[in-house]
């Protein structure tokens, strides 16, 4: 295995702490006068927002904008682009969970794109951005915070997929862990069991390196200790593992690529429209034992981070946390082509073991099974 990655990508820089949002406009500064604050209502409603608006720098023109919440799509993007061309910014802010962050960080790094962001969805080549984008995670998470990525749904054909360009990743990431205090338990469950998730694939992954496995085993760990913790409303220290664990999965990820996991949760997810981290969280149990036989040592490492078997472990967390598989029971009627856009995904692709239609439909099979 390599040490690094071909290609090594980070955020410029990191800040951390307890209340660092406060200092966000202060630091948006830096990049310029003019910046626009992306964010979910949950920071309306908590009154975060307006605490981070009270610390406006003297000078700063900052306009605000709220997603209408749901899942990204292409069509949030567009609108959050217009306003981007009517009112030129230096920056994009985004403080909310992955769905807030994806959308802005999109919007941010095709601002003077010449195309409908429709077309960079179907594979025109995304130019480079100069608009500095800043990422402050509300949830914990997608670890989108970490990433030059942007998954998003096309309202009109139902195809969910990703746009990247290296000069999309985030200037300045901000990790509050206060942010977290308002996720609710459901959401707390479903995007941690999406970092864990990410932290597990991005582990067992053909692109791994030595470097993407460090940062991949302490998200593991990370998150195992701290997501029940904050689930069952949690303190500070649990809440801080947990907005790391999901920000060290994101840097594994995005060097080192996921799997099958997340190969099904984009075609069942823009079927179902069930939470990603939700299918992540049904889905991993079942790769898990798939993928068992490519990757024996990687296992044992893992259940040595655990202390415990690692189907058993996720069982254990998925029941604690209240998740229950939503496609119990349910039909999936275009299998054929859900198949081929899972064979199709650059994440299965690196899943550990080679994945065919038959292994495919053996999955979907389980997870439907009313049992
Ligand atoms: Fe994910």
Redesign the pocket.
Known sequence: MNVLPASLLFPMRTVSGVGQVADLLAECAAFGKRGVLVHGGSLVAGGTLDRILAAKPDGAEVGTWQHPGGEPTLAHVDALREVLCKNPVDWVAAVGGGSVMDVAKAAAGLRDAPLPTVAYHDGEPIPSSNVAYVAAPATAG?GSEATMVSVLTNDDTGVKKSIRHPSHTARLVILDPALLKSCPPALIAASGM?AF??AVESFLSRGATDLTDMLALQAVEDINNSIETVFNGGDDASREALLRGSFLAGLALSNARLGLV?GL?HPLGARFHFA?GLV?AVCLPLVLRYNREACSEKYAQLEACLGTDIEARVAALNHSMRIANPFAGKALEDRVAAVTETLASGSTKANPRDVDASAANDILDRLFSAN
């Open positions: 997608t999406d998730t990410q997340h949760a990603h992540c």
